[in-house]
Each structure stands twice: as C-alpha cells, then as structure tokens.
Nanobody, 124 residues
Framework: QVRLVESGGGLVQAGGSLRLSCAASGYTFSNYAMGWFRQAPGKEREFVASITWSGRSTWYADSVKGRVTISRDNTKNTVYLQMNSLKPEDTAIYYC?????????????????WGQGTQVTVSS
C-alpha cells in the first residue's frame, strides 16, 4: 500500500522557517512526481509546490514563490519542503502527494496518493 507520512510541522512566528518532510513507502518512489498541497480551515486544498521524479523540474504557487523550496532524495524516498519567511497566511495542514508521469503537477486531481498531513501554524 502507498504510504506517505508528513512531518516537521509546528508553531512558528511570522518570518520563521520550517522544513517539512514526507517519507514514502509502498511504491517505487522515483517513478512518480511529488507535490505539496495545503488546506486551511474552510478552504479548498491548494497547490504549493511540486517536483518531477528526477528533481530536475519544479513548480511553485505564486503565493509561495521565492519563499519555499521543494526537493527530493530518491535514495531516502523522501520529499522536502523548505519554507522560509513564513506568514500567518501560510497556516494550514500541509499534505504531500504523488502523481504519475505526464501529469499537470499543479493540479490536485493529478495526484493519486496522499499523506495525512502535518499542521503548520504561523503566529503574528
């Protein structure tokens, strides 16, 4: 079974940083692109960042561009989201997910496996 386990969330002050991790198992990690999404209370799940199987291409939402970096380590079956200059608007549950090749990696519906999420709270 596909399993994605997020970690690294927590409570930080505005301007602070967090590094989220997503440990994958149950499938061939390097065969899939990976993405990060977030969902705030009362809002739809939204795209944050994604990365191809090789890590050679990345995509970012305009709202986080310049503040976050997605990366992956295929030897460890892990994808990361480094978040800097955090804002209260970044408060959400952050989810990692996988997508098959030849997909739109910014589209939530491209993804067919999801973790349970990790809470990020940014205080002002």
């Amino acid at each position: 079974q596909v399993r994605l386990v997020e970690s690294g969330g927590g409570l930080v002050q505005a301007g602070g940083s967090l590094r989220l991790s997503c440990a994958a198992s149950g499938y061939t990690f390097s065969n899939y692109a990976m993405g990060w999404f977030r969902q705030a209370p009362g809002k739809e799940r939204e795209f944050v960042a994604s990365i191809t199987w090789s890590g050679r291409s990345t995509w970012y939402a305009d709202s986080v561009k310049g503040r976050v970096t997605i990366s992956r380590d295929n030897t460890k079956n892990t994808v990361y989201l480094q978040m800097n200059s955090l804002k209260p608007e970044d408060t959400a549950i952050y989810y990692c997910a996988r997508a098959p090749a030849s997909s739109d990696y910014r589209n939530v519906y491209s993804y067919n496996g999801w973790g349970q999420g990790t809470q990020v709270t940014v205080s002002s």
